[in-house]
Antibody, heavy 122, light 113 residues
Framework: QVQLVQSGAEVKKPGSSVRVSCKAAGGTFNTYGITWVRQAPGQGLEWMGRIVPILGMVNYAQKFQGRVMITADKSTSTAYMDLSSLRPEDTAVYYC???????????????WGQGTLVTVSS | QSVLTQSPSVSGAPGQRITISCTGTSSNIGAGYDVHWYQQLPGAAPKLLIFGNNKRPSWVPDRFSGSRSGTSASLAITGLQAEDEADYYCHSYDSSLSGLNYVFGTGTKVTVL
């Protein structure tokens, strides 16, 4: 049973960048995708983008185009989410999740990583 | 940002039945895209509760059920228990924007009285 383990909390200055990692423990990516979702404090869930590591195929939500980059290292079963030009409103918990079972649009997300808090503050 | 609308809160006594609605439009639920539901316990990551409109993962008790009709979907919880107190989110796909676009509901907080 695959588990997704994310990197630890980060504190960043406005204008800087952050990288959050997501490692598949106890399994591999296989043919599935990894999706990234964020949740601002006290707010709902917001989809950011996804990658299918075995294909190298990436999709981004329009809102984050140009500011987010999602990559994956198949050899270590680790996905990465880089967010640049950070602003205080990017303060949120960032989650990765397996994008299951295969091709969009009817995929669901399971399991989820534990979340990574990114705080953007001067 | 959320294009799927949920009632902000629902409450019920232990043992009661409650329903959570998720209202969309013709570009998401109404277009026939599947609806999935997640439960988020306080301080925890979301967890899959219902997938493909009405299917339950093996670990989810049959007290939880989902349905979809027209531009809306619903999650029902029967025999409400204290451990069901959490936030619940619906999720679907929206075709109104170019490219891939998954969308979530605004979230519903369930309180067990």
């Amino acid at each position: 049973q695959v588990q997704l383990v994310q990197s630890g909390a980060e504190v960043k200055k406005p204008g800087s960048s952050v990288r959050v990692s997501c490692k598949a423990a106890g399994g591999t990516f296989n043919t599935y995708g990894i999706t990234w979702v964020r949740q601002a404090p006290g707010q709902g869930l917001e989809w950011m983008g996804r990658i299918v590591p075995i294909l190298g195929m990436v999709n981004y939500a329009q809102k984050f185009q140009g500011r987010v980059m999602i990559t994956a290292d198949k050899s270590t079963s680790t996905a990465y989410m880089d967010l640049s030009s950070l602003r205080p409103e990017d303060t949120a918990v960032y989650y990765c999740a397996r994008d299951f079972p295969g091709d969009p649009p009817n995929n669901w997300f399971d399991p989820w990583g534990q979340g990574t808090l990114v705080t953007v503050s001067s | 940002q959320s294009v799927l609308t949920q009632s902000p809160s629902v409450s019920g006594a232990p043992g009661q039945r409650i329903t959570i609605s998720c209202t969309g439009t013709s570009s998401n639920i109404g277009a026939g895209y599947d609806v999935h539901w997640y439960q988020q316990l306080p301080g925890a990551a979301p967890k899959l509760l219902i997938f493909g409109n009405n299917k339950r993962p093996s670990w989810v008790p049959d007290r939880f059920s989902g349905s979809r009709s027209g531009t809306s979907a619903s999650l029902a919880i029967t025999g409400l228990q204290a451990e069901d107190e959490a936030d619940y989110y619906c999720h679907s796909y929206d075709s109104s924007l170019s490219g891939l676009n998954y969308v979530f509901g605004t979230g519903t907080k369930v309180t067990v009285l």
